[in-house]
Every structure is written in structure tokens, then in C-alpha cells.
């Protein structure tokens, strides 16, 4: 079973600059997809960003592209989501994810686990 446990949600300025964190514990997770989608309130979930693990292959929204970064530590059990020049439209629930595909994807119903999501609220 596969747990995943997001944190550094908050409210900032915007310009400001935020780091999420996503736990990871449970199988390896060679052969997966991890990546960040977030929700706004009246709006479908989107992605963000991703890591497909087995190669390192990173990909990222056209919107944050730029200013959001998706690594990962030497342990390979928490990825994160430096997220800089925070604008209003960033506001949303953030959620960690990871997807058993063989191909990397974007789309939230191939993700099979999921964060609780963490809240990241951006001032005007």
C-alpha cells in the first residue's frame, strides 16, 4: 500500500514563494508516475507537474512552467514542488499522486494514489 502525505501548503503574498512536500512510504516506486495536480474551488483538478521515475523524465504545466520546480531527495521517498512568483490564480489545493502507467500521463483518473492535499492560498 502506498501512503502519500503533502505539506508546506499556506497563504503567501503574491510574488511570494512557497515549497510543498509529498512523503512517500510503501513499494518502490520504480516504474511509476509521481506528480502534483491542484484544485480550485468551481474547477476541475489539473496538473502541474510530474516526475516519471524510472527515467527522471520531468514535465510540467504550460501555467507554471518556469516558475515551479519538481525534484526529488537523494532517498527518492519525497518529491517536492519549489513554487515561485506565486500568483491569485495559484490558490487551489495541491495534491501529490502517483500513476502505475507505463507511459507518463497528465490525467487524474490514471493516478491510483493520492496526498490528502494541502492548501495554498496566494493574496492579491
Known amino acids: 500500500q502506498v501512503q502519500l502525505v503533502e505539506s508546506g501548503g499556506g497563504l503567501v503574498q503574491a510574488g511570494g514563494s512557497l515549497r510543498l512536500s509529498c512523503a512517500a512510504s510503501?513499494?518502490?516506486?520504480?516504474?511509476?508516475?509521481m506528480s502534483w495536480f491542484r484544485q480550485a474551488p468551481g474547477k476541475e483538478r489539473e496538473f502541474v507537474a510530474g516526475i516519471y521515475w524510472r527515467t527522471g523524465s520531468i514535465y510540467y504545466s504550460i501555467s507554471v512552467k518556469g516558475r515551479f520546480t519538481i525534484s526529488r531527495d537523494g532517498a527518492e521517498n519525497t518529491v517536492y514542488l519549489q513554487m515561485n512568483s506565486l500568483k491569485p490564480e495559484d490558490t487551489a489545493v495541491y495534491y501529490c499522486a502517483t500513476s502505475p502507467r507505463v507511459l507518463f500521463t497528465t490525467t487524474p483518473t490514471t493516478y491510483d494514489y493520492w496526498g490528502q492535499g494541502t492548501q495554498v492560498t496566494v493574496s492579491s
Open positions: 510503501g513499494p518502490t516506486f520504480s516504474g511509476r508516475s
